[in-house]
């Protein structure tokens, strides 16, 4: 299952939908292109199986791999890399959408907003309106989308996938090449 | 009559309602305002909680210019913006709501009038319920005493939903910001429709008056007496179904059927008549209809299924309609007499009919359930095991159903496992599934999925029974009186409020832990509709429900079930009333400096973790426009558009001290207006944070404090970084998490702030001197 309509059948997007990420070293041009992202793990990142884990262990390295500051959206996310002894900035995403509206935002460590956002693991219609939000008004940022559901309101987003093949990409992206 | 002038014939002379004047309270500022009136305190309003906008659709439709592409910084053909387009959208979508309830209320009180005339007194609350109507005392300046008094301010209502209503016409309100004052007035309006729709049922219908010990009411399937008629009543306007209790009483006994419910109308049925049984929330229709039990299924209207003929067709159970609202199609045979219609339905002749006469319609539904009831049971065959199996074995694993689904819930999987001999995991889909069988409209092989879904669950909820306390309606003014202090000062941490509908998006069990987790820490719980239904279906260790085990008075650590959509007035009510009981402020068209009262000192909360409807769009926007935050859950976004503050900006948080007259920081107090939640966890931690008000102590600054933090840790497992924000003075910090505190303080050069008599009205009147009054 390789496809790029909407995850959500209904969830028909506008004239601007995302761009399909069909080979992963386009993750990896925009991870090295972008100067400062952030990655947003959401509640699901936790409950999503993949071949090798669970979905959030595959953040936390694609995270450590091209050191890319965390925000964790909920509790598990934040306890898992509580207990992995690594950094995460726990807020809300609503909150951090909201934040990343704003152009003159001080950032996460007050080094400015960022130039890229990365979302994975939020429940699919949150993430999806959310992405709306920023893709009308935030200009100044770009997003993209991890997820097994291709999420049409991100500027990049990754296809329709079946967890084998999204567990390859996930782990691609975290060697870090 | 015969005179010099001429001859006159049938003459008749109508003066119109008299308000007769016995209320000594000066008239406020703002008696029966328009839209306009408070657009200062709104743009006050709407400086700190500014629109975060999530577009539903790219596009504008609503015209024949269009589509118009309005992404980014594109306008429309008429020149709209995306940003207005999306309070445009809000606008309606709270408009339809108070539209809805407005109506609801009218037809309530043209029938009560009707029964018993338009001087009937209004009764509310006994002799515990002075203040009876606190938000039309508020919004329209008039102290109601009879049903007709309740006309007047209906009619005020629909001027103003049309006005409002009529602001959203292409090339009308442009602005987002004006467009959102008027979504705030629609709320207002809302609410005050919302309260006379209740005040006149109380009074009407004999509901329980103020009653914190109203009675239990049955919950569940459990124990549906099915060698009686049953009867089943869906939807929000509780005539046709009180009318049908009666005429059992009258012609044959109460106990001679089973008169079921669903959603609001079985709520308020229930107040009624403590015989009533309620079935489950909205999310309940299509597994109840299925089921087959009912014999006779009476709509009245909203939030009932579009379909519910088709549905009730194909288990052979006779619909009857009584709204003007929602005819389905159905032939209106209002003025044919009882024993055709019955006749008809009896004989499956009609598989349905329109009667907008509730106490025909009553008659016609009790004897209709009488006489096919016995063959019914005879000849209804349940979804069997063979057609379970065999529809499972349809299954291809396409996942269209887990992408129409709108919590994605594992269909295939729990479909593979029946099929392996392993009914639990499609079981447990029952809790979490809210009804809207999407998934069956999206399988390709055409399994019938939520049937196959309920199949498995039907034993377990054929097993289990639970109880609500009945809908107590106002709270009295000596409740106000006890708690007003404690609230005002924080050290009743707040009150938080279940509202709205059930489209959970993990099943109805988060909404009664949050509701248990908040009584046990001392907050004053409400509840009403389907929420207030949804928290009664658990039981806690001892196989209690919540309502079971928490008392129902408006107090702290108490669970009190307002009662139905339309009930909710009272909880907007009570935070008015704490104004004006507890400190002594002025109601009678004084709404602004009302609102600012309450937005400033009084810590509430409403969280609607299943919000679906545009009925809830306009209960959240009469909460708004009081300054009292709503929260709801993740699928609450799909309202497209939030009302966010931004903690970090300092210069958002001030307030005029009304001692001093000087503005002052007073912290993100409360931080948003309307926000939706991703989890359990971060609603529960947001509605504590979200409850601190300028006006806390010492003392209830500490309390609330506690509870964030706490609330805070487990949901993150430390210490919020924003705490310093909070802290006013060193007074303000709990002793235990003194160490932790201080060196957060000590972290972001922490200085100490006044606690102000806050106000945000003389604020803007003394910088602008834009206002109205």
């Not at chain 1, 935002?105 to 007050?110: D, F, H, L, N």
């Not at chain 2, 609350?125 to 301010?153: F, N, Y």
């Not at chain 2, 008000?693 to 924003?722: A, F, S, V």
């Amino acid at each position: 299952m390789t496809s790029h309509g909407s995850w959500m059948r209904a969830e028909i997007a506008g004239p601007k939908k995302a761009v399909v990420i069909n080979k992963t070293e386009v993750v990896t041009a925009l991870l090295k292109r972008f100067r400062s992202p952030v990655l947003i793990i959401g509640s699901r990142s936790t409950e999503i199986e993949l071949n090798g884990g669970k979905l959030i262990s595959y953040l936390a390295r694609i995270a450590e791999v091209w050191k890319i500051p965390v925000v964790t959206t909920n509790r598990s996310a934040s306890l898992y890399f509580a207990e992995i002894r690594r950094h995460s900035f726990p807020i809300p995403v609503i909150e951090i959408a909201n934040l990343l509206s704003d152009p003159g935002w001080k950032g996460i460590s007050e080094n400015g907003t960022p130039d890229l956002a990365i979302f994975s693991g939020l429940p699919y219609s949150m993430e999806w309106t959310l992405l709306s939000g920023l893709k009308h008004f935030a200009p100044h940022l770009k997003t993209l989308s991890l997820e097994y559901g291709y999420e049409p309101q991100a500027d990049y987003s990754l296809p329709n996938l079946d967890m084998n093949k999204f567990h390859e990409i996930l782990s691609f992206i975290g060697r870090g090449e | 009559m015969e005179t010099g002038i001429g001859f006159i014939r049938d003459l008749e002379v109508s003066v119109g309602h008299m308000n007769i004047e016995r209320w000594d309270e000066p008239q406020g500022p703002t008696p029966f305002p328009t839209i306009t009136t408070f657009r200062n305190w709104d743009r006050q309003l709407l400086s700190r909680y500014k629109p975060f906008y999530m577009p539903f659709c790219d596009l504008c439709c609503l015209c024949t210019f269009g589509k118009c592409d309005l992404t980014g910084t594109k306008r429309g053909a008429c020149g709209i913006t995306m940003a207005a387009q999306q309070s445009r959208i809000v606008l309606l979508a709270s408009c339809i709501g108070a539209a809805t309830h407005v109506s609801h209320a009218h037809e309530l009180v043209s029938e009560l009038i009707k029964r018993f005339g338009p001087d009937f007194r209004l009764d509310p609350g006994g002799l515990s319920v002075g203040v009876e109507a606190p938000l039309i005392r508020l919004v329209c300046g008039l102290k109601p005493e009879t049903l007709s008094d309740l006309e007047t301010v209906v009619s005020y209502l629909e001027r103003e939903v049309t006005s409002l209503l009529s602001a959203t016409h292409t090339g009308q309100e442009g602005d987002p910001l004006d467009l959102e004052s008027k979504v705030f007035h629609s709320g207002m309006i809302d609410h005050v429709g919302l309260e006379v729709a209740d005040i006149a049922q109380i009074s009407g219908f004999n509901f329980p008056k103020a009653d914190p010990d109203a009675p239990l009411i049955r919950l569940g399937v459990k124990g549906i007496d099915t060698k009686k008629p049953v009867i089943l009543v869906i939807g929000h306007n509780v005539t046709p179904s009180v009318s049908i209790m009666e005429y059992l009483k009258e012609f044959h006994s109460a106990d001679s059927a089973e008169v079921t419910g669903i959603c609001c109308s079985a709520i308020d049925l229930s107040r009624n008549n403590k015989k009533a049984r309620i079935i489950g929330p909205i999310s309940w229709q299509m597994r109840y209809i299925r089921s087959g039990i009912p014999d006779v299924i009476v709509v009245d209207e909203q939030c009932i299924r579009t379909d519910v003929i088709n549905e009730a067709g194909a288990v052979n159970t006779r619909v009857i309609a009584t709204s003007e609202k929602n005819c389905i199609g159905l032939p209106d045979r209002t003025n044919d007499t009882a024993e055709s219609i019955i006749n008809d339905l009896v004989s499956n002749k009609l598989p349905g009919v329109l009667i907008l006469d509730p106490l025909k319609s009553a008659q016609v539904a009790v004897e209709t359930s009488l006489r096919i009831f016995e063959e019914r049971r005879r000849t209804h065959r349940p979804f069997s095991e063979a057609e379970a199996n065999e529809a499972a074995l349809n299954c291809t694993g396409c996942m269209e159903c887990v992408r129409s689904c709108p919590n994605e819930l594992p269909i295939p999987d729990a479909i593979q496992s029946f099929r392996d001999g392993n009914p639990v995991n499609l079981r447990e889909l029952l809790d979490l599934c809210n009804g809207c069988i999407r998934c069956e409209q999206a399988c390709p092989k055409g399994i019938p999925v939520h049937r196959l879904i309920v199949y498995s669950g039907w034993e377990k909820l054929n097993n289990e029974q639970f109880t609500v306390r009945a809908g107590r309606g106002a709270i009295q003014d000596t409740e106000i009186r006890t708690v007003g202090g404690p609230l005002v000062l924080g050290e009743i941490p707040g009150i938080i409020a279940f509202v709205g509908c059930a489209n959970y998006p993990n099943g109805g069990e988060e909404v009664a832990r949050m509701a248990v987790e908040f009584a046990h820490r001392k907050y004053i719980v409400c509840t009403s509709g389907c929420s207030a239904i949804t928290i009664g279906m658990y039981h806690d260790e001892d196989g209690k429900t919540p309502y079971e085990a928490y008392s129902g008075k408006f107090d702290a650590g108490c669970i009190l079930n307002v009662g139905s959509c339309v009930s909710n007035a009272h909880i907007s009510g009570a935070a008015v009333k704490i104004a004006n009981i507890f400190a002594k402020r002025n109601l009678r068209g004084n709404y602004e400096e009302i609102a600012d009262y309450v937005h400033n000192r009084v810590g509430a909360v409403g969280i609607a973790w299943g919000a679906m409807s545009q009925k809830a769009a306009a209960i959240a926007a009469g909460f708004w426009r009081l300054g009292i935050p709503v929260i709801v859950g993740p699928q609450g976004t799909k309202y497209r558009r939030m009302l966010l503050g931004r903690g970090d900006i300092d210069s958002d948080w001030t307030v005029m001290d009304s001692r001093t007259g000087e503005e002052v920081y007073t912290g993100p107090v409360p931080e948003h207006l309307f926000y939706a939640a991703e989890t359990e966890e971060e609603a529960m931690m947001m509605a504590a944070k979200l409850c601190m008000r300028p006006n806390d102590t010492g003392k209830g600054r500490i309390i609330k404090i506690t509870h964030y933090i706490d609330l805070y840790r487990k949901l993150y497992g430390k210490i919020p970084d924003d705490i310093y924000r909070f802290i006013r003075k060193k007074g303000d910090i709990p002793l235990t998490l003194k160490d932790s505190i201080e060196e957060n303080l000590k972290m972001h050069n922490w200085k100490e702030s006044p606690i102000p008599d806050p106000t945000r009205i003389r604020s803007y009147e003394g910088k602008s001197g834009e206002s109205k009054r």
